[in-house]
């Protein structure tokens, strides 16, 4: 007989079933158990049948970059059935290839006549691939004007078919957009007049150079080194050089409390929570624009949790335990500043972590949030933007295979993602940069902490992905914490808000939905720029705008357009706006406390920026 510890975790699982089967049925009722037939390749845990389907997806996603070929070729086939069986929307579109060649045809005959003729299709205004003068010049002129023209056929191809899913629309039309990103005359030599000239002028000397930094960044990606330029940015010496102690650290983050920089300070600490897919100090840059400097001049204690970069021994860390750090870390600000209130910040996941804290803090009677402040979160993810195209059940289940063979999420594969969309800013315009033109763009401080980035866990990430992102549990008062669900509605403190125009991971709309869910008075900011350069927007940063306007708890619902309407305008950088609101909500000061404390486990471990921002 076959001893019983041989017994494969799907046997066993088969055999319970029939029992309680069973014991459910009786007389005639009951089936007779079923035969169960034994596998060699059926093994305890990770050696079993569906072990074998996730290695394979697992090394498939080596050469995707973890984007499911599954899901975009069931998009894709679902968008080519329906076009098929739409022939008004063929006709139209053969009517406007027509009409596209026309005026194709047409402006060819203007170029003869004139070669600084008005072109008859402009770029969209974050096209800047054509911008350099040689574009006007024939046969270029020609080459982009064609091109631009089959973009936007392509975009109406893609678009208004009846039956095709928003969704699966912004798809098609986002896969056929790399494409042709990818085809574009600005990427090939003799289609490029500036490439064109400068190979001609320099006799190759460009393409020498370019295939040396290619060379060059070939070997830094396969030895995990950081991009070119980085070097002049290290943490603790270039950036993330605000004075403070390390003062607690657990598995999963280090805290940095900051020394004070003025002799009294609000009795309300600060304590700020980054997203756990960044090194946190996107808000301690250098010191001419980092938020955290400005706020400790301006009179507050600022606690900073600074994640540990997880491996795959941490493949089993989940939501759970990021939310018991943060809580770890909230008893350690109380400790060092105790008997005070404290305001919570959050930027991006970290705001997401913060607004189901604050939601569980409220819901158990926790009342140490003196009030809320949010940076580019969102709490709704019904619309969340173009991150959705990478975000179905078929990719998340092709992520969970990729994070389960290599028990995280790698920093290259949310790269990808992040520059896929912005592909011909983020990839192209690199690749001509710098290895057609052969010169090097040049490092500045926000590119290189894009660089230096984090991973996540196998587990928190599948909990995040599938629980927060696809099902939307948070907003929907779903998502359960201590066992129990948890409601934005619930939280009782004032909210600061801030969102960006320009955002393509956190859109402002999305991010605006807030008011739908907080009962509570929110001062929202929407400021120019992207996810990261609308955050960090120090004064006297030139060409910043930003309006605000707080919506009270009884106020009625605005729209996004009509809030924006009612908004007041102000130029310059949103920072002294925050502080003023803080400044409202705290008290009289007061001298500023020690670092840390004279006992452990909160005693100053060793000087910021610390140990975990340092881990690749």
Known sequence: MRDTKDETIDEKHEKSEAHGTEEAKSGLDAEPPEIVH????????????????RAANAHLARFTMGVSPYGLSSTFFDWWVHMLGSPGKQVQLMEKAARKAM?????????????????CIEPLPHDHRFEHQGWRSWPYNMIYQSFLLSQQWWYNAACDIDGVGHREEQVVSFV???????????????????????????????????????????????????????????????????????????????????????????????????????????????????????????????????????????????????????????DAVGAIV??????????????????????????????????????????????PGELQLFVSESEVAFLEDMMWDQGYLDTKQMAGAFQLLRSADLIWSRYIHDYLMG?????????????????????MHSEYLRKIFLGNELAEGKYRMGGRPVSVGDIDVPIFCVSTTSDHVAPWQSVYK????????????????????????????????????TTGEDDKFSS??????????????????????????????VAPPDLGTDKAPFQPIEDAPGSYVFQR
């Not at 034994?38 to 389907?53: G, Q, V």
């Not at 606690?303 to 860390?317: G, H, I, L």
């Open 176 to 330: 056929t957009r790399q494409m042709l990103d990818m085809m574009s005359p600005s990427n090939f030599i003799a289609t490029n007049p500036e490439v064109a000239r400068a190979t001609m002028e320099e006799g190759g000397a460009n393409l020498v150079r370019g295939y040396q930094n290619f060379l060059e960044d070939w070997e830094r990606a396969i030895s995990g080194k950081l991009p070119v330029g980085t070097e002049d940015y290290l943490p603790g010496r270039d950036v993330a050089t605000t004075p403070g102690k390390v003062v607690f650290r657990n598995r999963l983050l280090e805290l940095i409390q900051y020394a004070p920089a003025t002799k009294k300070v609000r009795p309300e600490p600060l304590l700020i929570v980054p997203a756990w897919i960044m090194k946190y100090y996107i808000l301690d840059l250098s010191p001419h624009n980092s938020l955290v400097k400005y706020l400790v001049e301006q009179g507050f204690t600022v606690f900073m949790v600074s994640w540990r970069n997880p491996t795959a021994e941490d493949r089993d860390k989940g939501m759970e335990d990021y939310f018991e750090a943060v809580a770890e870390a909230m």
């Open 38 to 53: 034994t596998s060699p390749i059926e093994a305890p845990d990770r050696y079993t049948t569906k072990s074998l389907d």
């Open 338 to 383: 105790p008997d005070r209130k404290m305001h919570g910040v959050g930027y991006c996941l970290g705001g997401t972590l913060m607004a189901a804290k604050a939601a569980q803090m409220a819901r158990d009677g926790d009342d140490r949030l003196a009030s809320l402040t949010f940076f580019a979160t969102q709490t709704d993810f019904e619309e």
């Open 439 to 459: 010169k090097r763009q040049g490092m500045f401080d926000l590119m290189a902490w894009n660089a230096d980035a984090t991973r996540m866990p196998y587990k």
């Open 560 to 589: 996004p357009d009509a809030w924006m309407a009612a908004a007041e305008r102000q130029d310059g950088s949103w920072w002294p706006s925050l502080v003023d609101w803080l400044d409202a909500r705290s008290g009289n000061k």
């Open 103 to 119: 005026r194709l045809g047409v402006y060819a005959g203007q170029v003869a006549r004139d070669p600084h003729a008005e072109p």
């Open 514 to 549: 807030l008011h739908l869910l907080a009962d509570t008075p929110v001062t929202f900011v929407l400021t120019n720029g992207g996810h990261n350069a609308g955050i960090v927007s120090e004064p006297g940063h030139e060409g910043r705008t930003f309006h605000i306007r």
